[in-house]
């Protein structure tokens, strides 16, 4: 079966651009929670979703956003890039949210952003 | 302070070690925790996932909580070279969203 997917691999992009990433979840996986990961730290939670609405958000800024389509898929949209967004942009997906039990998160490979 | 430390190392070990990893955090509201394996450039891949205090066997893994003390251990036995590589401790509360808090991550390398 195949794990979690996300394109693009790799974007660069210069300051003040939008970008817009793709994750599809495991099949059969109703949630999709984006992280980002700067060099050197563990992945920041940024937003979950799980049947097309949002269940949760973290400490980042409106320049953020998600949404989630019919068939589980994600789109992580991130507006007026600054230097600081580059990171790697992880995707989880998880079979429930957490408030139905055993809900283990496995990440895709990521995408990296360079912001010049 | 962070909600979760862990030490960044490098830790160095030879081949055939037995590796200990750790993590302490602030928040009691944590009832989840988890560990993660990172290899260069690649997503993080779930190793070991535990529900409140106790421990948890995975063929070379071990994975303890001890929520009193508010920390947590992964064991790995018989270490080998391709077990180089930066392993996170990551951990949730109950509630209305899967957030996963992560620490920093440890840096393993597995020497011949």
């Known amino acids: 079966d195949a794990g979690v997917t996300q394109s693009p691999t790799h974007l660069i992009k210069t300051r003040g651009q939008q970008v817009t990433l793709r994750c599809s979840p495991i099949s059969g996986h109703k949630s999709v929670s984006w992280y980002q990961q700067v060099l050197g730290q563990g992945p920041q939670f940024i937003f979950q979703?799980?049947?097309?609405?949002?269940?949760g958000r973290g400490n980042f800024p409106d320049r953020f956003s998600a949404r989630q389509f019919p068939n589980y898929s994600s789109e992580l949209n991130v507006n007026a890039l600054l230097l600081g967004d580059s990171a790697l942009y992880l995707c989880?997906?998880?079979?429930?949210?957490?408030?139905?039990?055993?809900?283990?998160?496995?990440f895709g490979p990521g995408t990296r952003l360079t912001v010049l | 302070q962070k909600e979760v430390e862990q030490d960044p190392g490098p830790l160095s070990v030879p081949e055939g070690a037995i590796v200990s990893l750790n993590c302490t955090y602030s928040?009691?509201?944590?009832?989840?925790f988890m560990w993660y394996r990172q290899y260069s450039r690649k997503g993080p891949e779930l190793l070991m996932y535990?529900?409140?205090?106790g421990n948890k066997e995975d063929g070379r893994f071990t994975a303890q909580v001890d929520k009193s003390s508010k920390y947590i251990s992964l064991f790995i036995r018989d270490s080998q070279p391709s077990d180089s590589a930066t392993y996170l401790c990551a951990m949730m509360e109950t509630g209305t969203a899967s957030k996963l808090t992560f620490g920093t991550g440890t840096r393993l390398q597995v020497t011949l």
């Open positions: 989880a997906s998880s079979l429930v949210w957490a408030g139905e039990g055993r809900n283990e998160q496995f």
């Open positions: 928040n009691s509201a944590f009832q989840y």
């Open positions: 535990t529900y409140s205090s």
């Open positions: 979703y799980y049947e097309k609405e949002e269940r």
